[in-house]
């Protein structure tokens, strides 16, 4: 008797827990539509417009992956993703989603609204890349020509990854942006995405940051600054410093290649003053010198490094002058770290941290060493 | 069902001992001619039976016979040892004595083993085991001369675990060869080996073989315990005895284990386990025995040992592997599609455009497929093995691909686990069983149907025991000397110490080298 309630007292607890074990369902691969990737625009009265791109899989033999985008409209983002059903029939399967694109009108109006329902369903994932759109709508963006692989939502993700080696665009995924959004004392930024024409083709070209004031977007960064902004958030993992060209100490044009780069805040509170002091340690190589001019030898080296500190000196203390003036806007996390080393000192200025970050003096260190200058040890010279 | 057929047990061994009791009620006579009557009489109807009434030259009161099976015996040396001394000696100055019976097992039977014997039930075992009986008329006693002659395996490798390095040496199906064969490896006066007779009318001779002094006497009692409870009536092979005298005698894993090869059972002897011989079967179960010797092969410890460890490893990945990957496998696809790389998950999508069976219905068919081929394998006569080869590589496999019946990573997996069974034979009926345990699990409740299987199997591996000691010992201890020898082989020099628990009498294998301890 007591062994048979037992053996129901286990059954029990089995199939309850059949019930508790989440969302689940029996569905086979070849009935799912896989979305690659997500453009979210704004559609006419107030509505959403979303293009998704959906993996398309033809002929099992020789199988052809493509890809073709369909745009449904809806009141909100799960009303619009719905109505897909009555475009296609299936029902999309979210969890292998690259990228979102917002359009710069959508970003304008506060992203709140969209990313909420991407954020709280449970299918989608918050390791989706998220891009905003500059010029273009971001349905162009996502049924612009590919130049290498046919899914162009899977194109744009290489685009993305591959900012490591370039820094010219911020990498930041869903989960990244929506912390920058609710932290204290950072403003949140989004790599911003272009078409640009080229042979004819309208290309998605990845360059520059978003950057937003709570959830709306204000206003753009170009390339060149967004790499000293990611120098700054000491994020840079690759990418290259020029010298020679804009008339510095070096007059030879020479191009460094970054291995590594280490940035330290550091937030010094002295009475009611508050500074930031920046220690930039970059470790570089010499991978092009495009003149006779010898770097090779310690002088030349130590006026190339000089020269290199000095620009990248000078090149962060503008980026950080221009944000100070232009959008007060703390997107450097310049507060984030002050309330992590500091709390005191945070919850004195927090209330009123934009005004003090527009204000705030910001002393900059850079340090360039040069490790070797790749697979040649002297400069091209012309023979006699 | 059970308690019915205890009921009737009592009933049969009456039977029995009725039937006993018959031939031990009646003695010899003192008159030739009734005893070879008698023994007419008991080999009724058994025309091997070769009677060889004969008397002595010199000494026509010397009237003799012999009795023996045909087929069972050497005849040559009964003529030349027994035929010819007894017919052609002198023996009236003998007659004198009062025991000429005594005189001519003394002085004229050329033998190396006789025995004067007074039971008829003795005689009667003797000359079906192929000895001869010589009875002597004006005696009630009769000789039983060694005669044993009958034709047996030739020693060869054992085709069920060959080895690159190692003793090439098998087990033949005769007890005493076998026997012979382990004693040659431990020259040990404590090697004991004790007969029991087991099978009510095969008579069938086993015999437990242990090292004095390492064995453990709790688990060699009880395995003599659980052999006198045997009443079978007959035993062909030690797989009759390995199941009768099992734990856990419902589960698939085995918990007594069984060996071909003369220098695995010597080591295991060694390790203070017991060995069983068993008359006509050239398997040798030794008991206890413990998960982790499915993993140990003999080449293990010839070979170096780290290619030895690596081998085990890989053992031991493929026996977990080839349980659960197809499992594994059918929920990640059908229930946890988020779960794969996006470039793997488009291609097993393109592979299975146009399938009509679903994935949970092809990977049982498929397995179920493999099955049938394996078991064909096993049983069909050797020249047909081609076409076997042929129906399973291209029909199935291939042409089931391009004819869109299954999708191509399906075969992959079946193809997989199929061959991952094969790795671990000694146990592959529990790999089949679980495998399609947890598959069926996962068809219908994804990765969380995986686990509560697995965690069922897990639980029933840790029930186990085999005589006391638990059965995954040493697989979830990796302290101390006790993992040296489970999912590694450590170096000889370091394995000081016996299994422990198996050998927890005497535990010192060797002592430490110099220099090596710390």
Do not use: M, Q, Y
């Given at each position: 008797m007591n062994k048979i309630k037992i053996t129901l007292l286990i059954l029990t607890i089995l199939i309850s827990s059949i019930f508790a074990a989440g969302c689940w369902n029996y569905r086979e691969v070849d009935k799912l539509a896989i979305v690659a990737g997500v453009a979210v625009d704004k559609g006419i009265n107030g509505q959403y417009k979303v293009t998704v791109e959906v993996v398309q899989i033809s002929g099992a033999k020789d199988s052809k992956i493509t890809s073709k985008t369909i745009t449904m409209e809806g009141k909100t983002m799960f009303d619009a993703v719905r109505n897909e059903i009555s475009l296609s029939g299936k029902k999309l399967y979210w969890s292998h989603a690259k990228v979102i694109i917002l359009s710069k009108e959508i970003a304008s109006e506060g992203v709140t609204r969209v990313i909420d329902w991407y954020n709280r369903d449970s299918e989608t994932r918050a390791d989706v890349h998220i891009l905003i759109s500059e010029g273009a709508s971001a349905k162009e963006i996502l049924s612009s020509q590919a130049t290498t692989e046919e899914i162009k939502s899977f194109v744009l993700d290489e685009m993305i990854k591959n900012q490591e080696s370039l820094s010219k665009a911020p990498i930041i995924d869903m989960l990244q942006f929506d912390n920058d959004l609710k932290a204290k004392g950072i403003s949140a930024i989004a790599p911003a995405v272009n078409l640009k024409q080229m042979d004819g083709k309208m290309l998605p070209h990845i360059m520059g940051t978003a950057i937003f004031k709570e959830d709306k977007l204000v206003g753009f960064l170009n390339g060149e600054d967004t790499k000293d902004l990611i120098f700054i958030k000491n994020k840079v993992k690759g990418g290259l410093l020029i010298e020679g060209t804009q008339g510095n100490d070096v007059s030879t044009p020479v191009s460094l290649e970054i291995f590594k780069s280490k940035t330290q805040v550091r937030p010094v509170v002295d009475g009611n003053n508050i500074e930031m002091n920046l220690n930039i340690d970059t470790t570089v190589n010499i991978d092009e010198i495009d003149g006779p001019e010898n770097f090779i030898d310690d002088e030349g080296r130590m006026k190339l490094e000089q020269s290199a500190e000095n620009t990248l000196k000078e090149r962060i203390e503008s980026l950080i002058m221009k944000i100070q003036s232009e959008y007060d806007l703390d997107i450097f996390g310049f507060g984030a770290k002050l309330r992590e080393d500091n709390t005191q000192e945070w919850n004195r200025v927090s209330s009123n941290w934009e005004e003090t970050f527009k204000n705030l003096k910001v002393n900059v260190i850079t340090k360039v060493h040069i490790r070797n200058s790749a697979m040649l040890s002297k400069p091209l010279e012309k023979g006699e | 069902m059970f308690r019915k057929i205890k009921k009737i047990?009592?009933?049969?061994?009456?039977?029995?001992?009725?039937?006993?009791?018959?031939?031990?009620?009646?003695?010899?006579?003192?008159?030739?001619?009734?005893?070879?009557?008698?023994f007419k009489n008991i080999f009724k109807d058994d025309d091997t039976l070769i009677i060889r009434e004969f008397e002595n030259k010199c000494l026509k009161s010397a009237q003799c016979c012999i009795i023996y099976l045909d087929g069972m015996v050497n005849t040559e040396s009964i003529n030349m040892n027994i035929l010819q001394p007894v017919l052609g000696s002198d023996l009236s100055n003998d007659i004198a004595s009062d025991n000429l019976l005594e005189e001519l097992k003394k002085k004229v039977i050329v033998s190396n083993n006789v025995i004067l014997e007074t039971e008829i039930n003795k005689m009667v075992s003797?000359?079906?085991?192929?000895?001869?009986l010589f009875l002597l008329e004006g005696y009630d006693k009769a000789l039983i001369i060694s005669s044993k002659n009958w034709k047996t395996r030739p020693i060869s490798e054992p085709d069920s675990s060959r080895v690159v390095r190692g003793p090439r040496e098998g087990f033949t199906e005769s007890i005493m060869e076998n026997l012979s064969l382990v004693r040659r490896k431990i020259r040990n006066p404590d090697l004991k080996f004790k007969f029991k007779e087991i099978g009510e009318r095969t008579h069938t001779r086993t015999c437990i073989c242990y090292i004095e002094g390492l064995a453990l006497e709790g688990i060699l009692s009880e395995l003599e315990q659980r052999l006198g409870e045997i009443t079978i009536d007959g035993i062909i092979d030690s797989g009759y005895i390995q199941e009768l005298i099992k734990d856990a005698p419902y589960s698939p894993f085995e918990t007594v284990g069984s060996s071909e090869r003369p220098d695995v059972i010597a080591?295991?002897?060694?390790?203070?386990?017991?060995?069983?011989?068993?008359?006509?079967?050239?398997?040798?179960?030794?008991v206890p025995y413990l998960v982790v010797e499915n993993f140990q092969a003999s080449e293990d410890y010839y070979n170096n040992y780290i290619f030895a460890t690596m081998n085990r490893l890989i053992r031991g990945f493929t026996a977990v592997t080839s349980i659960t990957i197809p499992a594994l496998f059918l929920s990640v696809v059908t229930y946890h599609q988020e779960m794969l790389p996006t470039p793997l998950l488009l291609s097993i999508s393109a592979s299975r455009q146009g399938v009509p069976v679903p994935t949970s219905v092809s990977l049982f068919l498929m397995l179920f497929v493999f099955d049938v081929l394996r078991e064909v394998g096993t049983r069909m006569p050797s020249p047909i093995g081609q076409a076997v080869n042929i129906v399973g590589t291209l029909v199935l496999g291939q042409a089931a691909v391009e004819a869109r019946l299954v999708s191509a990573p399906v075969v992959i997996i079946t193809a997989l686990t199929g061959i991952e069974t094969l790795i671990n034979m000694n146990f592959i009926g529990a790999t089949i069983i679980f495998r399609n345990f947890l598959l069926l699990g996962a068809s219908f409740l994804g990765v969380y149907g995986f686990f509560m299987c697995f965690i069922v199997l897990y639980l029933h591996l840790m029930s186990i025991r085999s005589f006391g000691v638990p059965y995954m010992m040493s697989v979830t201890k990796a302290k101390n000397h006790e993992g040296q020898d489970a999912w590694i082989r450590a170096p000889w020099w370091t394995m000081t110490l016996r299994p422990k628990i198996v050998g927890t009498k005497n535990l010192v294998r060797q002592s430490p080298r110099k220099g090596k301890e710390n």
């Open positions: - | 047990e009592p009933g049969i061994s009456k039977n029995r001992n009725e039937n006993n009791n018959c031939i031990r009620t009646i003695n010899l006579n003192k008159s030739i001619v009734n005893n070879i009557l008698l003797s000359i079906i085991l192929g000895d001869t080591a295991k002897l060694l390790e203070g386990r017991i060995a069983l011989f068993v008359d006509g079967s050239p398997f040798v179960l030794t």
